[in-house]
């Protein structure tokens, strides 16, 4: 059977393209992903299953979640699961699709997280890359869009991309594997439903090579996008190493701008904002959400990607009793009255309202306001760290120092503290 045929060696590909990996599935209960669960399991290969349960549709959201782990203990495969509390999407203005999408990749990633030969699997087919294409044909998308799906992506496998949704049809029923239909993929409210159940199929009748030509297309424009993405590559390290790009980077077509954001996995509603970041001022930026960059600033030269989460430099803080005070000080030194002290000292980020009574100052200075004077380039700001204790603000380190807990010449209990990285 030729279905057969193209099924197993769309399989053989993904082996032979990642050997000595662990394929993590994502598994909806539908034919297209229990076929790519069942050829994948059939060839013995190490394999792991995620499922989404948006409890969305009752008892049949179950049903579908009951099928997929069904299966995966008849052949001792590993499952996880995340059921979607049911009022998350009853948030006013929420966009169900988006954040279905959002939760659900989140879920991918963080059972993808402890094994580092993990390899995500989708089982797109054929009839979603001919949606896909005309769904951004007519959002008016360039390059990026027209390119559509990629089999073997920078993050994202989909072997059965040149595969139809009829011959997953004719191989589940000749192997006999279980799936569930989703019933509300019949009703035409989105977009996508309306091509996928009318106007393709009125279009096939009439154009019978229209799917050939639509491929030739999309051959033609996934050339184009991999000799952008060789181009756009030397500017991806620099993000990913240094969390840097060169704003001569904007200089490009627009093209390479779409082609950067998505290698870096940020949705196409930021690109006219990320477009727009050499206009705007200077310490700007803009906020991303569901992502693993926070911001993306806007400096003199350069923009700055801010990663979420991102972990406070680690410092030792060693203190020793001393008599007498140096006749020179050094940075990352300070000599404090012991006796002024309060609790214990530990380094921290500056959080808003930070206050400091700098040395020279009559009064006291916002800590944003001695960073903002300091002048200093927006991945410096960020390694900014206080000196605290269970009282105040002892240093803004390596910029101002607090004088209500310096040591003077009349202190009886005098500590030294240096200050050294980890």
Known sequence: MECNKDIEEAISNLVEKFPQHTFFIGVSGGVDSMVLLHAVNRMKLPLEVMHVNY????????????????????????????????DHFNRKGINLQEEARHIRYD????????????????????DDQVETFYLNLARKSGILGLSCMQQFGHDKQRPFLTITKRDLYVYAKAHQIPFREDQSNQKNDYQRNMLRNLILPELRRNLPHLDASIKTLIDHFQAERKEIESMVNPFLQKIEKRGVLALNFFDQPIDFQFVLLNLLNIPSKYQ???????????????????????????????????KRDEPTPNFQIEMERVTTLPSTYHKTELYLDLEKIKGQLICRKPQKGDRIYPIGINGSQLISDVIKDAKIDIPQKKEVLLLVDDESIISCMGLKVDRRKLATTSTQHIIKVTLKPR
Not at 107 to 126: D, G, Q, R, T
Request: aromatic fraction near 12%; glycine fraction near 4%.
């Open 107 to 126: 879920f991918f990633k963080a059972c993808m997280a402890k094994n580092p030969s993990a390899k995500l699997l989708l089982a797109h087919h054929w």
């Open 272 to 306: 006219t904002a990320f477009s727009k970041l050499p206009e705007i001022q200077v310490g700007g930026c803009i906020e991303l959400s569901h992502h693993q960059y926070l911001r993306i600033w806007r400096d003199r030269t350069n923009c700055f990607f801010e």
């Open 55 to 86: 409890q969305l549709r009752g008892k049949e959201s179950h049903a579908d979640e009951h099928l997929v782990e069904r299966y995966c203990q008849k052949y001792h495969i590993p499952f996880h699961v995340h059921r979607v509390p049911k």
